[in-house]
């Protein structure tokens, strides 16, 4: 919609929060780098508390130290996903609800009752927003049929084209049952058992996980209740009973 642009940087969008700023390498984030998740923030495990126990989230974000220079390298930080949403409500005008239930929610039949915010009203960009799992399913199946549902355009085909490519380098190193893992725009992309997929993925093992060529979505809800070393772990159970029995039944 030209609301948001990849190359603008985040500190254009946050000027009150400038003086606040203590590595200047946070000046040179972009869109881009945000949605790629090569922005530098910290990964969750040292920083997601952090944040969101303080009383102004962006402004704890945005006065962190980065891992390393942004752009350089990709590693997952919940804390750039809020900062996107964040950004959104500047950008619209509107809050990040209120735009998503007219541009998606609402045109893909989802009814979402719940959704955490910050102290100061923005809608938390990486996690508590509450689906039905026939709705994550339906997330699905929008990008399995290049962003059409029920003969509308929900999402632009060139922007779902462009969000599934791997921009951060295939691992040689698998993550339990994903093979050849890389990243697109908040895709976790790869192979699960000799099939590319993509899919989100959400803490403790929530997953929206497409194999295109088997035409095969799988929506998981599991309980998000755990500390981060169980949470890995349930997410690779889950994934491996994707691996071991779902897509054998498809096939």
């Not at 590595?23 to 969101?52: C, Q, V």
């Not at 927003?129 to 355009?153: E, F, P, S, W």
């Not at 997953?207 to 500390?227: E, G, K, M, T, W």
Request: glycine residues 8%; proline residues 4%.
């Amino acid at each position: 919609k030209g609301i948001l642009s990849l190359d603008k940087k985040l500190v254009d969008y946050f000027p009150e929060y400038k003086q606040y700023i203590k590595d200047s390498r946070i000046n040179n984030i972009t869109i881009d780098h945000l949605i790629k998740m090569r922005a530098g923030f910290k990964t969750d495990p040292e920083f997601y508390f952090t944040f969101t126990t303080s009383s102004d989230w962006v402004r704890t974000i945005l006065s962190s130290e980065l891992s390393f220079e942004p752009g350089t390298r990709m590693q997952y930080s919940t804390a750039g996903t809020h900062l996107l949403s964040a950004i959104l409500t500047r950008a619209s005008g509107k809050s990040t609800f209120d735009f998503a239930n007219e541009n998606f929610f609402g045109p893909s039949g989802f009814d979402v009752r719940n959704w955490l915010r910050d102290p100061q009203g923005n809608y938390f960009g990486g996690n508590d927003i509450y689906l039905t799992t026939r709705d994550m399913a339906v997330l699905g199946l929008i990008y399995l049929n290049n962003g059409m549902l029920d003969g509308k355009q929900i999402v632009p085909a060139d922007w779902l084209s462009k969000s599934l490519v791997t921009y951060s380098g295939s691992s040689i190193i698998p993550w339990g049952s994903l093979n050849k893992v890389g990243y697109g725009y908040l895709w976790w992309l790869g192979e699960v058992s000799g099939y590319k997929i993509f899919s989100a993925i959400g803490f403790g093992g929530q997953y929206v996980l497409c194999v295109p060529s088997l035409n095969l979505i799988v929506a998981v809800q599991s309980s998000p209740n755990l500390d981060w070393t169980r949470a890995d772990t349930q997410e690779r159970n889950v994934l491996d009973i994707i691996a071991n029995y779902f897509i054998p039944a498809a096939k």
